[in-house]
């Protein structure tokens, strides 16, 4: 990252406001404490959890501006993350320096991800949908099961109210953009649908010195979008509920000179839940649901991967002593279809859960186990056990030391081809992580420090034949993040920073894709219906190859985003934001293309 330019951006951050920013004592009044779903299982207010969590809510999604989901976390959730071109290609997400596949993404707890790559299809999580997200970092299978050995990300879709809306806008590249939502409630019954679209010509994919894949030609992606949500209480306490949401994305990509691909993605969920308070200090929820992912690819390499995953989960809420318990029991079926061949294209998980949460005057304590049976490798318990001190009312420290593993996809236990195999005696990846935290929080104003360490062994590699693959690599990941937030009158000021190793173990080497060093700045102002925005993202160097040659060095950089508002009508706003203002040339994988400087205008009309 070249420090002069992240000089400019600074200097541009700073003339949104002037140099003094109002006394702590001009704040005004806060936003109240968070209540999060996803770090327990339970609904509990952030500043009694000890986990480390990173909200971003609806007001914080609409003054973002961001342009996608992935765009979105980095620049609010403290993750790395890595494209394959412009919108609609490939996206993967590192939580703490760990691997892309070791994190769980669930869409109102529905798990959609590839079961044969192993992946999550953030690319194709159209961001008019999302009305929060909760990120959580580090271990969390003794919640969540497999995967989440990096930490889970849970994105809740729009909802409820009595409402109607619309957004609709364009910018470089010929983008379009547009959603519409409608709700509405009639006493005990809750209806609601949204449908968008987007469409633009982007830019090509790779460049030059992506030798093998190279096409100069645009790239292309359109996507459309759609969920409903239906809810009814029939009784006090007693409620049901149905969501579905569908979206299919069309993105085009290079795979050789004056080949013309095509991914075509159809992410779907829907879940039917019951939720039943049974007694006044128990609470049940049943969900029953179903997630798809099916791509066909069109071009050099036609090919179609289909994941069905069918989903089960009873949980029950307990008061406890001290706070809350929650037990629980799941089933997943993982159904597999392909154009290439599988020798097994089905398995199942069973699993059985606790947690708890709970304080005890000035001390907090969560703990919480899980046991997996999985029908290809057997059975697999992890745990998490935090503990918590406030030493005063705004401060607290935490210890936390916790299990998680991987479970291999489809394509490295059963892919069959004549030069490359997959390897069906495969043993789970397994992790082990411990962190110290501190952290502040009163009247608005927020802070922390997060110390972390992990050490992930029986990583899967490609074995010395290149014929197939074992479980021969272990990563050594040792990080802290410190972030800061305030809320000052009209103004709010944001910054995370993180310096982390992820490395191989044997060799010290740096893992793919990830920096010692990244972070963000933002800072906004309000001023009546006008509000100025500006944002910061910055990452360090980076190698794309686990032998760290020169040749794969990805330089770091620093871009700044800003973005203006103006509310010309109580329920009317018009918004322009200006990403990497200085047109800055960087890449997240080697040979691939990032977006240079580009504008996006929309109006939104939002009632209250």
């Known amino acids: 990252m070249k420090p002069q330019c992240l000089f400019h951006c600074i200097r541009i951050l700073g003339a949104l406001s002037p140099i003094v920013l109002p006394a702590a004592s001009s704040a005004q009044p806060a936003r109240m404490d968070p209540v999060v779903i996803t770090a327990t299982r339970i609904p509990q207010p952030v500043s009694s959890l000890l986990s480390d969590l990173r909200i971003i809510d609806s007001e914080d999604i609409a003054n973002a501006g961001a342009q996608s989901l ?26 703490r320096g760990t691997n892309a596949n070791h994190v769980v993404v669930l869409l109102d707890g529905v798990r959609v991800n590839s079961a044969t790559s192993g992946t999550n299809a953030f690319e194709n999580i159209p961001l008019s949908q999302v009305e929060r997200i909760e990120i959580v970092r580090g271990p969390a299978s003794s919640l969540y099961g497999a995967d989440a050995i990096g930490g889970v990300i849970q994105i809740f879709t729009r909802r409820g109210g009595n409402r109607i809306a619309f957004a609709a806008g364009a910018g470089t590249w010929n983008t379009q953009r547009a959603s519409v939502a409608l709700a509405r409630e009639s006493g005990a019954t809750r209806l609601g ?8 010509r982007a830019f090509s994919a790779a460049n030059e010195r992506n030798a093998f894949s190279y096409d100069p030609d ?104 001290g706070g ?23 398995r199942s998980i069973r699993s059985a859960f606790a947690g708890y949460s709970g304080a005890f005057g000035a001390n907090l304590l969560q703990a919480s186990a899980r ?113 800061a937030a305030a809320e000052l009158g009209d103004y709010r000021v944001r910054a995370e920073v993180t310096r982390e190793e992820a490395t191989d173990a044997a060799t010290g080497r740096l893992l793919p894709r990830r920096a010692k060093v990244f972070g963000s700045l933002a800072l906004a102002r309000t001023a009546g219906p006008l509000r100025l925005s500006g944002e910061i993202v910055a ?44 047109n800055r040339d960087y890449e997240l994988v080697r040979g691939y293309n990032t977006p240079g400087a580009n504008v996006f205008v929309s109006l939104d009309y939002t009632p209250q």
Not at 81 to 94: D, L, N, R, S
Not at 325 to 344: D, M, P, W
């Open 70 to 95: 992935v765009e979105l976390l980095q620049s609010h959730g403290g993750v790395e993350i890595a494209t394959t071109g412009g919108p609609g290609q490939v996206a993967g997400v590192f939580i």
């Open 193 to 200: 649908v949204q449908a968008g679209y987007e469409s633009t």
């Open 218 to 321: 645009d790239d292309p992606y359109r996507n459309k979008n759609f969920s409903a949500h239906l809810g009814h209480t029939w009784a006090p306490g007693q409620e049901l509920a149905l969501r579905a949401l569908v979206s299919e994305g069309t993105a085009h990509f290079d795979s050789g000179p004056g080949s013309d691909d095509v991914n075509r993605q159809r992410l779907a969920t829907w879940a039917l839940e019951s939720r039943n308070q049974l007694l006044a200090n128990w609470s049940s929820t049943v969900r029953l649901a179903r997630g798809s992912d099916d791509i066909v690819t069109l071009g050099s390499f036609p090919a179609e991967f289909r994941t069905d995953q069918d989903q089960f989960t009873w949980q029950n809420d307990l008061a406890a002593a």
């Open 324 to 346: 809350r318990l929650a037990l629980g029991l799941e089933y997943r079926r993982e159904k597999v279809e392909s154009t290439t061949e599988f020798s097994q294209a089905r």
């Open 371 to 483: 046991r997996d049976d999985n029908s290809q490798f057997g059975a697999r318990n992890t745990g998490n056990l935090a503990y918590g001190h406030r030493i005063t009312p705004a401060w607290r420290v935490s210890a936390t030391a916790g299990t998680a593993f991987k479970a291999p996809s489809f394509n490295d236990l059963y892919f069959v081809s004549p030069f490359f195999s997959g390897n069906p005696d495969l043993q789970p990846e397994r992790a082990t992580s411990g962190e110290l935290a501190a952290n502040f929080d009163h009247e608005g104003m927020r802070a922390g420090l997060t110390l972390y360490r992990s050490q992930v062994r029986d990583l899967i590699a490609v074995d010395p034949t290149f014929t197939t693959v074992i479980n021969v690599n272990e990563a050594k990941i040792r990080g802290g993040t410190l972030h």
């Open 539 to 582: 990452s360090g160097a980076r190698y794309d190859s686990l032998a760290n040659a020169p040749s794969s060095r990805l330089a770091g950089y620093a871009l700044l985003n800003l973005r203006a508002a103006y509310a010309f009508a109580p329920a009317y706003a018009v918004s322009v934001r200006w990403n990497n203002v200085f």
